[in-house]
């Protein structure tokens, strides 16, 4: 997958987070490290191994979070993981 096509998917995925309604404190917590994380992802901010291995974890934990109640964002989500594997991530 080209470096665009991730960029239109992470974009897309970040157009959904923000349609999220009323959330949760925990649901709160990981849209926002979402968010943060798909923005570093945007800007091709460069993250050491161990950087990659918590986005990966965050991301993970958010599919869990998510499956039951926005299972269109949950995967979303593993679409991103997928694609970020494929690219060597």
């Known amino acids: 997958m080209e470096q665009q096509q991730l960029r239109e998917l992470l ?3 970040h157009h959904e987070l923000e349609q999220v309604g009323t959330v949760d404190e925990k649901t709160g917590e990981i849209l926002s490290s979402l968010k943060g994380d798909i923005e570093k992802l945007v800007n091709e901010e460069a993250q050491d ?3 990659q291995e918590d986005l990966v974890g965050r991301m993970n934990e958010a599919i869990d ?3 039951e109640e926005h299972p269109r964002l949950s995967i979303m989500i593993q679409h991103v ?3 970020l594997a494929k690219m060597g991530f």
């Open 11 to 13: 974009e897309t995925l």
């Open 49 to 51: 191994e161990e950087g």
């Open 65 to 67: 979070h998510f499956e």
């Open 81 to 83: 993981l997928d694609s």
